[in-house]
């Protein structure tokens, strides 16, 4: 079967450093996607990668290693506004999208 | 710019009824999406359209039936609402069915009494 693991809550503080990580086990591998989810609100892209390798883009890099099924999401000079959900998905050999059930990522003062 | 819309925001939805939740989006994107996200789990794929004229079935179908008469609509009908559909309905598009960014509407709130 097709699984997505990744820590269900995380707490981290406010000008700190944290590290999200995703496993994954898909038939097929066509990219990884990390998007953000405020409560209430609709998920946001925040990143994708398809080579192993760290993309950054801001205050947040992802890394993949397509051997390991691993992934991880980092983001640096947390934010109060950075409180949300954090998403992994992955794309299979389909082309569609299997997700993981997400982070949810609390900062403290 | 308005991306994707979703109608209604939330609904209340007797057992057995019927009830089609609309989504458009302004982006002419040629694949579009319905997920549903339940507390715990991750977004399930309900339906998926490619293109306009086309639909497939997504891991969770059951229950559920959409159409693409154009390339801006993509509605989700419920034929007869059960309980176990209470959930909260996201619609996404993208621009291709590869490996485009997929972009989500705001959702729809539901609630299958």
């Known amino acids: 079967g097709q699984n997505i693991d990744q820590p269900t809550e995380m707490t981290a503080t406010e000008g700190a450093i944290v590290q999200i990580n995703c496993t994954y086990q898909?038939?097929?591998?066509?990219?990884l996607f990390w998007y953000q989810q405020h409560a209430g609100e609709a998920p946001t892209f925040l990143s994708y990668?398809?080579l192993d390798g760290l993309e950054e883009k801001g205050r947040f890099s992802s890394f993949l290693s397509r051997s390991k099924g691993y992934s991880y999401l980092l983001l640096k000079e947390l934010q109060m506004k950075d409180s949300a959900s954090y998403l992994c998905?992955?794309?299979?050999?389909?082309?569609?999208?299997?997700w993981g059930a997400g982070t949810k990522l609390i900062i403290k003062p | 710019t308005a991306g994707i819309t979703q109608a209604p925001t939330s609904q209340i939805l007797a057992a057995g009824r019927s009830m089609t939740l609309r989504c458009t989006q302004d982006?002419?994107?040629?694949?579009m999406y319905w997920y549903r996200q339940d507390l715990g789990l991750g977004l399930r794929l309900i339906h998926y359209?490619?293109?306009?004229?086309?639909?497939g079935k997504g891991e969770v179908p059951d229950g559920y039936s959409v159409s693409r008469a154009n390339t801006d609509d993509f509605p989700l009908t419920l034929a007869s609402a059960v309980p176990s559909q209470t959930s909260v309905y996201f619609c996404?598009?993208?621009?291709?069915?590869?490996?485009?960014?997929?972009?989500f509407g705001p959702g729809t709130r539901l609630t299958v009494l």
């Open positions: 996404a598009s993208s621009d291709s069915s590869g490996r485009d960014t997929q972009y």
């Open positions: 982006m002419r994107h040629n694949a």
């Open positions: 359209s490619n293109t306009a004229g086309t639909t």
């Open positions: 898909t038939s097929g591998f066509n990219g």
């Open positions: 990668n398809v």
């Open positions: 998905a992955v794309m299979d050999s389909n082309y569609q999208l299997i």
